[in-house]
C-alpha cells in the first residue's frame, strides 16, 4: 500500500523566477518524509509539481517508478496520489460522513442515472463504500461526529475532516501541506499521532510540508530542506539539525523576523547566530 515519489531535477520558471531550480529528492516507500524551509522556499511548489497543479519547465517526477510529468492531476490521484490541501475546503452544512465521502469518488463505479435509479446492485456497492468511509471516520477520530455539520467542527476537527477525504480515497503516498497549521498544542498532537498511524497502520507514505518543527523533527524519518528553490539538505532529523547551510538559511531571514522559538525548536543556539 506504499508507493515511492522521485523528484529528478525539476525546474519551475513564472516568468523570470526561478522557482524551484534542479530539485531533486526521494521519498522511500512506507516512510514520513518532511520537506521543510523558510517562507517562499518553494515548498507548495514542490507540492504542485509532484499532484501535476504545476507542469515543471524541466525535470521529471516519478510515483512508483512511473513518469508522472505530463499527466493531469486527477489522472495522478488515480495512480495513488493523495492530498489533503492547506486550505480547508469543505461544504459546511453537510454532515462529515458526506463530505469524506467526496473523496471516496475516484473508486466509485456507480453513475449517477445507476444511484438515482436505486439499483440493488450499485445499492449495495454504495453501502460497501460507507461502510468504508465509517471505519475511516473512525481512525482519524471522528467516530462520534459522523452526523455532525461540517462547519461545527473545531479547527482541529475540520482538518480531520480533510485527512479522512484524502484517505477515503485509499491513497498508496499522502501529500500534506501543513496539517497543524494554527492549532492549539493539544490538536497537534492528536493530528500527530494520527500522521504517524496512517504510515504504522496503513502503510502509506507520507510526504508533508509543515513549519512545526517539533512536529517535523519527531514525525520525519527524512526531512529535505529548501531554500530559495535549491535542495541545499537532506537528511535525517539529526543530521538536518547540525547542518552548516541549513542554520545559515534559517538565520538568513530578515533578523525582524526570525522565530526564535522556532530556531531553538531546530535545534539552532543562539551562538550561531554571532
Ligand atoms: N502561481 C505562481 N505564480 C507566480 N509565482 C508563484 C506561483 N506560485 C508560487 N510562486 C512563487 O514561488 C515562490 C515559492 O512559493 P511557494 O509557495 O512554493 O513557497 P513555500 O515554501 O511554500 O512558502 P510558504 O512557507 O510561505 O508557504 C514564491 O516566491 C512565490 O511567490
Do not use: C, W
Not at 64 to 80: M, N
Not at 141 to 154: D, E, M
Not at 160 to 179: F, N, V, Y
Amino acid at each position: 500500500m506504499s508507493a515511492s515519489i522521485e523528484v529528478r531535477e525539476v525546474n519551475l520558471r513564472f516568468g523570470g523566477v526561478q522557482v524551484l531550480d534542479r530539485v531533486s529528492f526521494t521519498v522511500e516507500p512506507g516512510t514520513i518524509h518532511a520537506v521543510i524551509g523558510p517562507n517562499g522556499a518553494g515548498k507548495s511548489s514542490t507540492f504542485n509539481v509532484i499532484s501535476g497543479l504545476y507542469r515543471p519547465s524541466s525535470g521529471s517526477v516519478l510515483v512508483d517508478g512511473v513518469d508522472v510529468t505530463q499527466r493531469r492531476p486527477h489522472e495522478i490521484a488515480g495512480l495513488g496520489l493523495g492530498r489533503a490541501f492547506q486550505n480547508i475546503a469543505l461544504v459546511p452544512h453537510a454532515p462529515v460522513i458526506d463530505n469524506i465521502m467526496v473523496g471516496r469518488h475516484r473508486l466509485m463505479r456507480a453513475g449517477f442515472l445507476g444511484s438515482a435509479l436505486g439499483l440493488p446492485r450499485v445499492r449495495r456497492e454504495e453501502t460497501a463504500h460507507r461502510d468504508r468511509v465509517v471505519e475511516i471516520a473512525e481512525f482519524v477520530g471522528l467516530g462520534g461526529q459522523l452526523h455532525a455539520p461540517a462547519g461545527s467542527l473545531s479547527y482541529g476537527g475540520r482538518k480531520k475532516i480533510e485527512l479522512a477525504r484524502a484517505l477515503a480515497s485509499e491513497p498508496r503516498a499522502l501529500l500534506l501541506d501543513e496539517p497543524v497549521a494554527g492549532m492549539p498544542a493539544h490538536e497537534k498532537r492528536e493530528i500527530a499521532g494520527v500522521v504517524r498511524a496512517i504510515r504504522d497502520a496503513l502503510g502509506t507514505t507520507v510526504l508533508i510540508v509543515e513549519h512545526d518543527m517539533p512536529l517535523i523533527m519527531s514525525q520525519a524519518e527524512r526531512i529535505t530542506v529548501l531554500d530559495f528553490g535549491r535542495v541545499i539538505a537532506d537528511g535525517t532529523p539529526d543530521e538536518i539539525q547540525q547542518d552548516p547551510a541549513v542554520i545559515a538559511a534559517y538565520l538568513g531571514e530578515d533578523e525582524s523576523e526570525i522565530d526564535t522559538e522556532v530556531m531553538s525548536q531546530v535545534g539552532i543556539e543562539k551562538e550561531h547566530r554571532a
